[in-house]
DNA sequence: ACATAACCATACCGGTCGGTATACTTTCAG
DNA sequence: CTGAAAGTATACCGACCGGTATGGTTATGT
């Protein structure tokens, strides 16, 4: 049985993936030859194959930050912002993914990692469903712990308008993609927030209904 | 001035156009050699240089291709399903992505093309905005036909999760994505049909919220 | 002091890439 | 009859790809 050795984090390893990551997501996975990323992170390839074992490793790990980045971005943005459990909450995450966008103008990097690697036994594909799974699950969680019936299926068609609206930010050329986004999803939770109103018993929490902020 | 040539469409020029859009879309644009797909199309590499010029003349009229084709299915689809200018004839395009996602398991294949040609000028890029721009106004288009008011947002909003379904159900390993969009999109039209009615006028239409059809 | 890990520099490997050159055959319209 | 268009077959080109080998330098911790 073969063990696969994660890579070990030394100072130049973080400049490596740090420029990769760069390079990946501009550029594309095949696009970028190992050569050119060792020279733009001012190496070698051979600190690059020593690090991170094969360029195959190297995509790996690219997608593994660029994962827990994207989880803590969204995670700390909807805390500082959206304090307590509003159901509005949601929105603060298309806000955080409207300030993420601002600087990741290419799209979904994991969407666009899945064009390139789906169809093979790529250790990578396993981090893109993650990655899918965790922002619908985070959507569906926000909404179950403000109390809104059929989180579940609500959260699922958050999540939905959520990963349209990068696509047509992007490859629709549709520059209102996110405040359309951002207003359907307002209705949807007003649906929620009602439904959860009417279902009496916790009539504690309708006055967050005026929490709805940034509109 | 450099003029384009059109490549001209001999029978082997269809054979090997094929064979290339199967290639490209399930295992992308760099992945693919033109040597692999002169073998697969039982041609020379010559023949796809004299008749498409370069790999990107290729990779273009792929696009193109697809782009046509997906129009047509989509337009013929519908008018054959839902004739008449009911609403509920959105609804009939997500039952045609649904049977061409069934062929189709790789997802969009002009978002993943996205993917690989982003940041270069590449002549396909227009391809595939010209895509999204057609389905999100086929949307509207419908919409408008059957005197929903405020057709523009609301076709918008449906081209959303239009999109967000194609990543879930492929990069998002969430196999009810497209049943999920379906319900949503039935309710965004049913608040259409709401909208439409009340401003009174046309009720003459009023029957038609019977003809939602396949739930 | 000495081993070990991390890193740099460079040359090299086989393979594949997009693209071209040459030469021969087949088909068909003027 | 003839000549252009279309296609086959094959060899070739330079460039680049992912990956390896060798050998040397620096820093650190025992």
Request: one cysteine or more; charged letters at 25%; aromatic letters at 8%.
């Amino acid at each position: 049985m073969t063990t696969i050795t994660p890579p070990r984090m030394t100072p130049t390893a973080h400049r490596i993936l740090d420029t990769a990551a760069v390079l990946f997501y501009e550029n594309g996975l095949r696009a970028v030859g190992v050569e050119r990323i060792a020279e733009e992170a001012d190496t070698t390839k051979k600190t690059i194959y020593d690090r991170f074992g094969s360029k195959d490793g190297l995509i790996t790990a690219y997608l593994r930050q660029r994962c827990d980045r994207w989880h803590a971005y969204v995670t700390s943005y909807v805390e500082e912002r959206f304090p307590g459990p509003t159901p509005y909450r949601v929105l603060g995450v298309l806000d955080a993914l409207a300030s993420w966008m601002a600087v990741n103008s290419r799209g979904c990097g994991f969407v666009n990692a899945y064009a390139e690697l789906a169809g093979t036994d790529h250790q990578g594909l396993p981090i893109i469903a993650e990655e899918k799974e965790w922002t619908r699950d985070f959507y569906i969680r926000l909404l179950r712990e403000a109390g809104v019936p059929e989180a579940e299926r609500r959260g699922r068609e958050v999540a939905l308008v959520h990963e349209g609206a990068i696509v047509q930010l992007t490859a629709g050329a549709q520059p209102d993609a996110l405040s359309d986004a951002r207003s359907l999803v307002g209705r949807l939770v007003d649906d929620g927030v009602a439904a959860r109103d009417a279902s009496g018993g916790t009539v504690g929490w309708a006055h967050d209904s005026q929490a709805r902020a940034g509109e």
